[in-house]
């Protein structure tokens, strides 16, 4: 089983819609939980963190459910400039390396 | 954040031949990464660079393949050695944020093998 698994999509979905991503994790030791941002032909970039307490970040909210062994990443408001591929991250306690998800691609339509 | 240049940002080269990939950053960091990302696939650790040892490579990658230098805390290098056309790839640095674990990433090296 992989370490970490999201829907690849793709997600097209029209300017000004609400679109959630999904991601689960294998390892139940699992400590920190990023949403990262690939744009086409360019490196990945952190969008956020991911805290048990969920937060929020202007139209964008992650939260996670330890119990349940799952990340989301939610986008209101969607622009044009969101169309981009969403990374889940995973670290492991104790590891110092990050395991990525495979990406969810977004593509917002005028 | 740090900022990380990588240089080169792309080639072209031939089977057999070898490339070293450079990594800069503009602050000391303890640990650097490198990643492989292939043609529409997501980012493989390769090896964790530490300045003063030895690189740790992860499972499937040996060193004669890749080998890295870490001379000292802003600086690195990654060869791919005796290429193949498999080894065509992008190839990122990356170092570590130093509050959750987050990591900051290189703009990359896009290597095409002919």
């Known amino acids: 089983r992989k370490e970490v698994e999201q829907d690849p999509g793709p997600f097209n979905v029209p300017e000004g819609a609400t679109v959630a991503f999904n991601c689960t994790y294998s390892?139940?030791?699992?400590?920190?939980f990023f949403w990262y941002r690939q744009d086409c032909r360019k490196e990945p970039k952190l969008l956020m963190s991911v805290y048990s307490s969920g937060n929020e970040d202007g139209r964008f909210t992650a939260q996670l459910n330890r119990a349940s062994q799952y990340i989301s990443l939610l986008i209101r408001d969607s622009k044009l400039s969101d169309s981009a591929t969403y990374l889940c991250?995973?670290?492991?306690?104790?590891?110092?390396?990050?395991?990525f998800g495979t990406g969810t691609r977004l593509t917002v339509i005028p | 954040s740090a900022v990380i240049s990588q240089k080169p940002s792309r080639d072209i080269c031939q089977r057999g031949t070898s490339l070293t990939i450079q990594c800069q950053v503009d602050?000391?960091?303890?640990?650097m990464f490198w990643y492989r990302q292939q043609p529409g696939q997501s980012l493989t650790l390769i090896a964790t660079a530490n300045q003063g040892s030895e690189a740790t490579y992860e499972s499937g990658f040996v060193i004669d393949k890749f080998p890295i230098s870490r001379p000292n805390l802003t600086f690195s290098t990654l060869t791919v050695s005796n290429m193949s056309p498999e080894d065509s790839s992008i190839y990122l640095c990356?170092?570590?944020?130093?509050?959750?674990?987050?990591?900051?990433f290189g703009p990359g090296t896009r290597l095409t093998v002919t």
């Open positions: 990356s170092v570590e944020g130093g509050v959750g674990y987050e990591q900051y």
């Open positions: 390892n139940s030791a699992s400590q920190s």
């Open positions: 991250v995973v670290i492991r306690t104790g590891a110092n390396n990050l395991f």
């Open positions: 602050s000391q960091v303890t640990m």
